[in-house]
């Protein structure tokens, strides 16, 4: 079973760019059933997915935030990471990551991460 | 579709059985299993449900899942005070090539 862990700053500034890590612990992240997933949660509101890597690097992003998302695996390091550029105050939240797969959902999870925006 | 249909809430007193329902379309629940996750407070969800109605090992047999259609539905019975939480459904969403949640169910546990 594989152990996920969100890492970065937790407070950035209107118009910078968020970047996050998640590193994985227990298991390659090379291991190809799996998606490598980061989701959000505004807080006080629901669970937003944010956008996926597969371990050949193919990504899928939603479309609300497709403009500024890029999500990076480096499986040398067992890590894959977020950035989310021209943030505003509306994309302050607890960022997870996760290991999903499209039959069996997320089993695993990050604690979570709460980034701020604010100036 | 940008989230799945759920009530926002849910009550029982202990003992008795609550349902929650989860609305979706062709694109995700009509075609894909369906999950549910369980969220307590301050933490991260926990997966409850996989495959329509599997349990993952260590989840009490009082929580099922059930789906028909582009429906899906959790159902708790013999509520405890430890089931008061919020409770996500999700599906594959073959237009994202992700996950589609629902906006997520409050269970009060009167």
């Known amino acids: 079973q594989a152990q996920l862990q969100e890492s970065g700053p937790g407070l950035v500034k209107p118009s910078q760019t968020l970047s996050l890590t998640c590193t994985v612990s227990?298991?390659?992240?090379?291991?190809?059933?799996?998606?490598w997933t980061w989701i959000r949660q505004p807080p006080g509101k629901g669970l937003e997915w944010i956008g996926n890597?597969?371990?050949?690097?193919?990504?899928h992003y939603n479309p609300s935030l497709k403009s500024r998302v890029v999500i990076l695996i480096d499986t040398s390091k067992n890590q894959f990471s977020l950035k989310l550029n021209s943030v505003t105050a509306a994309d302050t939240a607890v960022y997870y990551c996760?290991?999903?797969?499209?039959?069996?959902?997320?089993?695993?999870w990050g604690q979570g991460t709460l980034v701020t925006v604010s100036s | 579709q940008s989230v799945l249909t759920q009530p926002p809430s849910a009550s029982g007193t202990p003992g008795q059985g609550v349902n929650i329902s989860c609305s979706g379309s062709?694109?995700?629940?009509?075609?894909?299993?369906v999950s549910w996750y369980q969220q307590l407070p301050g933490v991260a969800p926990k997966l409850l449900i996989c495959?329509?109605?599997q349990r993952p090992s260590g989840v009490p047999g009082r929580f099922s899942g059930s789906k028909s259609g582009t429906s899906a539905s959790l159902a708790i019975s013999g509520l405890r005070s430890e089931d008061e939480a919020d409770y996500y459904c999700?599906?594959?969403?073959?237009?994202?090539?992700?996950?589609?949640f629902g906006g997520g169910t409050k269970v009060t546990v009167l």
């Open positions: 999700a599906s594959w969403d073959d237009s994202l090539s992700g996950p589609l």
């Open positions: 996760a290991r999903d797969n499209r039959y069996w959902g997320s089993q695993e």
């Open positions: 890597i597969y371990d050949s690097g193919s990504t």
């Open positions: 062709n694109s995700n629940i009509g075609r894909n299993y």
């Open positions: 227990g298991d390659s992240i090379n291991n190809g059933d799996y998606y």
């Open positions: 495959r329509n109605n």
